[in-house]
């Protein structure tokens, strides 16, 4: 199986920051797409950003030019920065991958972490 742990996440006054990582482990022979979705309480959960193996990356109109993810192939990690946060930004941040497995090759899942809470306020 496989686990995606994530980190970082807290409480930050408005225009603060915060680095969000989530580290993958277990029966993983590659990683495809890495993202980072969130959901407040009350939404669906959306799509933050997200970075291909190639590293081409692709985000939300809403956070664009103020989060960037990155990813650590050695570490099997997607990292997301957050800058100039907002309080709209609140929420619980999940990550995901889709990893081939290194038992059964050719299957690929998507897998999810656990949520990290995000929370913006003053």
């Known amino acids: 199986q496989v686990q995606l742990v994530e980190s970082g996440g807290g409480l930050v006054q408005p225009g603060g920051s915060l680095r969000l990582s989530c580290a993958a482990s277990?029966?993983?022979?590659?990683?495809?797409?890495m993202g980072w979705y969130r959901q407040a309480p009350g939404k669906q959960r959306e799509l933050v950003a997200a970075?291909?193996?190639?590293?081409?990356?692709n985000y939300a109109d809403s956070v664009k030019g103020r989060f960037t993810i990155s990813r650590d192939n050695a570490k099997n990690t997607v990292y997301l920065q957050m800058n100039s946060l907002k309080p709209e930004d609140t929420a619980v941040y999940y990550c995901?991958?889709?990893?081939?497995?290194?038992?059964?090759?050719?299957?690929?899942?998507?897998?999810w972490g656990q949520g990290t809470q995000v929370t913006v306020s003053s």
């Open positions: 970075i291909t193996s190639g590293d081409s990356t």
């Open positions: 277990g029966r993983i022979f590659s990683i495809n797409a």
């Open positions: 995901n991958a889709n990893i081939e497995d290194s038992w059964y090759r050719g299957l690929v899942r998507s897998y």
